[in-house]
């Protein structure tokens, strides 16, 4: 007998994403400033170009850590796909030009739909690496309603900082790169790195989307700058706390103003300042 | 008489630019580590959209420090202007939406060519601010030639080095913006900050044609990373020697290397590093 009250959800199947690797750094020969030669890791950047269902559209150029995921977050992150079970299938192949390019195809359920019209204006943001904000995100806004119980303790934020400082990074190896975390209180649940802070949040996007987690008390780090559009992004992945190593810009600071994110900048050790919504932060005895 | 070698060439009509002015910082209320309030500077952030022959064109974030030269460094490293005489002004109003937004017109003297083809296909850089770049870039580099004679001594580069550490910036004031400078050896031509290193660039471009100057032995310094983009935007401004406070990627590593630009990163103060086209920087003894 079938209780009504009980509704069996099938489990939904989730995109099967390739798990494709590339080398993260290369040495390269330099000479310091007293002419000696010297041997330095910099990072990749590499040239990503998405197809979706073998329709090219946009080269993102990428450190190439995560790269299924840093698509799938950006296809969420622009509003291109709703629901993840529109996508069927994230296929990245690093050996597609005589550069190191890649190629992600993403085949989808049913197409993209209003793939013209979401594309047709443009915005080149402040971004770093995902500056290409299309129309309609800043009217995205309106919709978004962050927990309003949210909150994080300042020795949260201190066991935060502190575990960013101890994480292992591309960073610290080579240098010229951003990094974005996301954290449940000072608990570290997904680091990653890219040439591009916005790719960074983006993927951090596809992995929350992945895990099906839900957004509320968690926090987001960036070593980027807190301006409008990464505001927005937390914003949008429902996310009521970012923390940032560097500052925050005006446009930045009016729209968590706005929607209530509390902005946490120039955080480093246990250094900190609260730009917006204050109240979220929690300062015990 | 008029001799056969001497040629009248018409003085050009320059672009009529407006000075469009804006506060650069605003001050906001914070709170520290200790829960104290304090005041502190953060910069401007400014959605200007750009307009060519009352087309809209794009929008861009950006400080709002020249925003004319902004916008035709940007038309010109986008391609879409290739002779100064095409453009006949630029007028920016600061006054055109209740967040301050901008509004740049832009009247050419016969259109912009192409613009549908060359707009058609995006790339999402790893640049702060400017990071789209159209298609066609890449390919323009097979155009690319830089002055095989340019070098840059070592004692200029300390002079650049201290030229910006004491330059007064909106960056020392309010952080989060970067700084782009064109330097003729140790001496400071000139110097704008923007939200996004790559408006920075384009705003120097802008001015350099606006002044009709010629680049060989000039220097680019960026106080951003040395990506594919950067290298790119510098070597076809015709500038063989850049400087950076950050490092490099690989993409930017390889693109110097091909076109002969001497990339020189983790320059502050007396310490650098040479990426790339070494004999471009002179040891003296």
Same mark, same amino acid.
């Given at each position: 007998?079938?209780?009504?009250?009980?509704?069996?959800?099938?489990?939904?199947?989730?995109?099967?994403?390739?798990?494709?690797?590339?080398?993260?750094?290369?040495?390269?020969?330099?000479?310091?400033?007293?002419?000696?030669?010297?041997?330095?890791?910099?990072?990749?950047?590499?040239?990503?170009?998405?197809y979706v269902d073998k329709t090219e559209l946009l080269t993102v150029m990428t450190l190439g850590t995560?790269?299924?995921?840093?698509?799938?977050?950006?296809?969420?992150?622009?509003?291109?796909?709703?629901?993840?079970?529109?996508?069927?299938?994230?296929?990245?192949?690093?050996?597609?030009?005589?550069?190191?390019?890649?190629?992600?195809?993403?085949?989808?359920?049913?197409?993209?739909?209003?793939?013209?019209?979401?594309?047709?204006?443009?915005?080149?943001?402040?971004?770093?690496?995902? &500056?290409?904000?299309?129309? /309609?995100?800043?009217?995205?806004?309106?919709? =978004?309603?962050?927990?309003? %119980?949210?909150? @994080? +303790?300042?020795?949260?934020?201190?066991?935060?900082?502190?575990?960013?400082?101890?994480?292992?990074?591309?960073?610290?190896?080579?240098?010229?790169?951003?990094?974005?975390?996301?954290?449940?209180?000072?608990?570290?649940?997904?680091?990653?790195?890219?040439?591009?802070?916005?790719?960074?949040?983006?993927?951090?996007?596809?992995?929350?989307?992945?895990?099906?987690?839900?957004?509320?008390?968690?926090?987001?780090?960036?070593?980027?700058?807190?301006?409008?559009?990464?505001?927005?992004?937390?914003?949008?992945?429902?996310?009521?706390?970012?923390?940032?190593?560097?500052?925050?810009?005006?446009?930045?600071?009016?729209?968590?103003?706005?929607? &209530?994110?509390?902005?946490? /900048?120039?955080?480093?050790?246990?250094?900190? =300042?609260?730009?917006?919504? %204050?109240?979220? @932060? +929690?300062?015990?005895?």
């Amino acid at each position: 007998m079938r209780r009504a009250n009980l509704r069996y959800k099938p489990r939904m199947t989730l995109p099967r994403l390739t798990n494709a690797q590339a080398p993260l750094t290369q040495e390269v020969s330099v000479l310091n400033e007293r002419g000696e030669g010297e041997t330095l890791s910099i990072p990749a950047e590499r040239a990503l170009t998405v197809y979706v269902d073998k329709t090219e559209l946009l080269t993102v150029m990428t450190l190439g850590t995560s790269p299924e995921l840093l698509v799938l977050g950006w296809l969420r992150n622009q509003r291109l796909v709703e629901q993840l079970e529109e996508v069927v299938s994230i296929t990245v192949d690093w050996d597609c030009g005589e550069h190191g390019e890649g190629a992600a195809a993403v085949a989808t359920r049913g197409g993209l739909r209003d793939l013209e019209a979401k594309t047709a204006k443009k915005t080149v943001t402040t971004g770093c690496g995902q &500056g290409s904000v299309y129309g /309609g995100l800043m009217d995205a806004l309106d919709g =978004v309603r962050l927990d309003e %119980a949210a909150q @994080l +303790k300042k020795s949260d934020l201190l066991g935060l900082l502190d575990a960013v400082r101890r994480q292992e990074t591309t960073y610290k190896s080579a240098g010229s790169v951003h990094g974005c975390a996301l954290f449940e209180g000072p608990k570290l649940l997904f680091f990653v790195e890219d040439v591009g802070r916005h790719n960074a949040i983006d993927t951090i996007a596809g992995w929350m989307w992945m895990q099906g987690l839900a957004s509320a008390n968690k926090v987001l780090y960036t070593t980027g700058r807190l301006t409008s559009e990464m505001v927005m992004k937390a914003a949008q992945m429902g996310v009521a706390v970012v923390v940032s190593r560097s500052g925050i810009t005006a446009m930045g600071h009016e729209i968590a103003q706005k929607l &209530g994110v509390c902005a946490i /900048g120039r955080a480093i050790n246990s250094r900190f =300042v609260v730009y917006s919504a %204050a109240n979220r @932060l +929690k300062f015990e005895a």
